[in-house]
């Protein structure tokens, strides 16, 4: 068999920076470091080593230098790092010495964690999870991220495999030695029992909202009658002006929008165009429909203004409430506010986001992505479908159902599933 190449690659920030971390993961890691760095430290002891070029002999930096042997290492495989200083010439310079090496390349995107998963250090659950939290960008992005990185996934679905291979081992046993009088003649119902109870968590963890919430943000629009201050309180939300604001009824012709993070929570607010019975031109009436395919799509609405078309789920306000005469607002109304002056719009972003905590999944709460999700659902509706006298209709869909957890983690994965998942990594990890 051909031996597998060693990678390397700078697994820490882009240059310059203080601190680089070149790292090479491979069979011929130790003797690619060895050739640079001379004798290997201890398993696990950082020690500083002069780097020299191979050939010869030219001092390319002082480093740090770690060995981690296979398969307790990060790939495992037997990997090495240096820590050398962040220039780029230095970064450079190193990378070139160790490609001069035998057998050596350049790792390509996701490749280190690819190799992390076909060796059994991480399921596919936690590497998509560490795909997560390298592009979190706001808190509970990052909580939800970890929480699969660490193995919260991994670990219910080991749960429900192992309970389902042991409904598996019963079936087996009434299917081929059910004639043994050493054997419990078990009831097929307390089988089915169990495998209702399985398909039930499952559905409970489906029924949380997804952790595309968490990256996609939380859809947030602003509707109502034509010059009712939308566009003004998209730019208070905001906190910068983002919307033209002018008296002239019919201003915001396309939808407009901009993106928040609040308290750890990414929103995607949308300013609209006014709703009105009677376009005045076809640019407008373009401009109602998708302010209406807006309002469809929205995770929140909140309407301004006049109650109209408003829905009960709307969250309604009275804006413009420091100008005289409008002191009061009529009954129903959920929040009265200026804009100019700020009143109201913290009361508006505390009714946003308790909306909002609905959607998310919660702070200590597993979430499934797409892909896991639609396995998951799979794998529930071949339990559901295990059921009836037929023993053996029951084993196949207990194996069909153990097939799609063996699938969420990555035992039984399909090439291009993978191929899509590290597509999504930065080089180095």
């Not at 398969?71 to 310079?93: L, Q, Y």
């Not at 993070?261 to 607010?269: D, Q």
């Not at 005289?324 to 700020?342: F, I």
């Amino acid at each position: 068999m051909t031996e597998r190449d060693t990678i390397f690659a700078v697994s820490s920030g882009a240059a310059p920076c203080g601190i680089a971390i070149l790292r090479i993961s491979g069979p011929r890691a130790t003797a690619v470091a060895s050739a640079i760095a001379g004798a290997l430290p201890e398993p696990r002891r950082a020690v500083l080593r002069v780097l020299r070029e191979p050939s010869e002999g030219a001092v390319l930096d002082r480093a740090i230098v770690l060995f981690f042997p296979g398969p307790r290492s990060a790939t495992g495989e037997d990997c090495v790092e240096f820590h050398v200083h962040g220039g780029r010439a230095v970064v450079a310079a190193v990378e070139a010495a160790i490609a001069t090496r035998p057998g050596t390349r350049r790792a390509e995107a996701g490749e280190f964690t690819r190799r992390a998963l076909e060796n059994g250090v991480i399921d596919l659950t936690e590497a998509e999870g560490l795909g997560d939290l390298l592009a979190a960008e706001t808190e509970g992005q990052r909580r939800a991220a970890l929480r699969m990185a660490e193995g919260g996934v991994r670990a219910q679905i080991e749960h429900w495999s192992s309970d389902l291979i042991g409904v598996a081992a019963r079936i087996e046993a009434q299917l081929d030695f059910s004639d043994e009088d050493d054997v419990a003649d078990e009831a097929l119902d307390a089988i089915t029992a169990d495998i209702t109870r399985i398909a039930t968590e499952i559905d409970r963890l489906l029924a949380a909202p997804a952790v595309e919430r968490l990256h996609d943000g939380v859809r947030v629009v602003i509707a109502g009658a034509p010059n009712s201050g939308k566009s003004t309180l998209l730019n208070a939300l905001t906190g910068r002006d983002v919307a033209i604001v002018s008296p002239i009824s019919g201003t915001t012709r396309d939808r407009i929008e901009a993106s928040v993070v609040r308290a750890g929570i990414a929103y995607v607010l949308t300013d609209t165009a006014g709703l009105t019975g009677t376009p005045g031109d076809e640019i407008e009436r373009i401009g109602i429909e998708r302010a209406r395919g807006a309002i469809a799509g929205a995770d929140i609405v909140v309407w301004l203004d006049a109650q109209g078309e408003a829905s009960a789920n709307d969250i309604q306000v009275h804006p413009r409430c420091d100008v005289a005469g409008r002191e009061t607002a009529r009954s129903g109304v959920d929040v009265s506010l200026s804009a100019r002056t700020g009143a109201g719009l913290d009361l508006l972003w505390n009714r946003i986001a308790a909306r909002a905590a609905t959607l998310l999944p919660q702070s200590d709460q597993l979430s499934v992505n797409q892909r896991q999700r639609a396995l998951l659902d799979q794998c529930r509706a071949d339990l559901l479908a295990a059921k009836g006298s037929d023993v053996l209709i029951v084993a196949e869909e207990v194996r069909r159902a153990l097939r799609a957890l063996d699938a969420v983690t990555g035992r039984s994965g399909i090439e291009d599933v993978l191929d899509a998942v590290f597509a999504r990594f930065c080089v180095g990890k």
